[in-house]
């Protein structure tokens, strides 16, 4: 997943910890293998390589997943699009690299969530036209966090943080206490601009920090509004609080590409789902289910 895994689990028994940790790091590898983009023997890959062609059938779980991220774009208005990589690909935030606008209106042309047809008798998945791309990285982590505490459950684990890159989720407390996550200063790397508390919930940020390059003062990053092909640029970043990985994950894009407010009336609507977010300005805003106590 090119991402930085964090498993911590409390456990009476040593060995049993040990190997629990051990069991969700093989998870995440195999979680990663089928669904790079990157790889290309993924089942992810080769739908990019042929689902525009005929419709192609994939596992059950990466199945379910893209009906999830379809749920997300319905609920978003088309703002979580995981079409944006037919766009997407064409920038490498290392290189500095980014598409023309001839190139870029092109792509542009191919990013709807509509072009994904998903057919449930056949768990197939089928691209409606030619050089229409996907990529999962605004939820498959979340997922793969999901899968990880799904695992440590089974195995009697009560107590446990993990995370994956900007996604974590935690179950019962760390020695009584509840986890504790910090929010980063999106303009300044060791800074927090808050810590919050937390007990069996999950936590996602997306920020323009994570994967970006500069040109002319512009910041280049890896968060696309599927509306133009750019990068998403009214905040700097998003926390979102709720009750599994998947959807926080899934959420924290989208408000991103949604913006304060839009992302906000979104958020306040939802049962269960709270979101802090920096706007950019570097301004806090709360959802309503936090605002009392962050006064
Ligand atoms: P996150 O850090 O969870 O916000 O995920 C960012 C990743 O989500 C990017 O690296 C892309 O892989 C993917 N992504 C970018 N823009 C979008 C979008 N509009 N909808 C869905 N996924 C996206
Ligand atoms: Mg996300």
Do not use: C
């Amino acid at each position: 997943m090119g991402t930085r895994i964090t498993v911590e689990v409390s456990s009476e028994d040593q060995q049993a910890g040990q190997q629990a940790i051990a069991a969700v790091m093989a998870e995440m590898r195999r979680i990663d293998r089928a669904m790079s983009p990157y790889r290309p023997d993924s089942e992810l890959a080769r739908l990019n390589q042929h689902a525009a062609d005929r419709p192609i059938p994939v596992s059950q779980e990466l199945f379910a997943l893209l009906q999830r991220a379809l749920s997300y774009s319905r609920l978003t208005n088309g703002a979580f699009d995981i079409t944006f990589a037919s766009a997407g690909f064409l920038y490498d935030y290392r290189q500095h690299k980014k598409p023309d606008k001839a190139a870029l209106y092109k792509a542009v042309s191919r990013i709807s969530y509509h072009n994904v047809v998903l057919d449930p008798a056949t768990h197939s998945v089928h691209f409606l036209k030619p050089g229409v791309k996907i990529d999962l990285g605004g939820i498959g982590k979340g997922h793969a966090v999901d899968q990880a505490i799904r695992l440590l459950r089974k195995r009697a684990i009560e107590n446990a943080l993990v995370t994956a890159g900007g996604d974590t989720r935690v179950i019962g407390t760390r020695w009584g206490r509840p986890w504790q996550i910090g929010i980063r200063d999106p303009r300044h790397r060791n800074k927090m601009v808050a810590m919050i508390p937390l007990q069996d919930v999950a936590v996602s940020t997306s920020g323009d920090y994570e994967r970006y390059f500069e040109e002319n003062g512009v910041r280049f990053h890896h968060i696309i509004d599927p509306k133009t092909g750019d990068s998403a640029r009214t905040l700097q970043s998003v926390t979102i609080i709720g009750p599994d990985a998947t959807t926080t994950d899934a959420l924290s894009t989208s408000v991103f590409v949604m913006g304060p407010a839009d992302g906000l009336r979104l958020i306040n609507r939802l049962e269960d789902i709270d979101a802090i977010i920096v706007d950019s300005q570097g301004v806090m805003h709360y959802s309503d289910g936090l605002e009392p106590a962050s006064k």
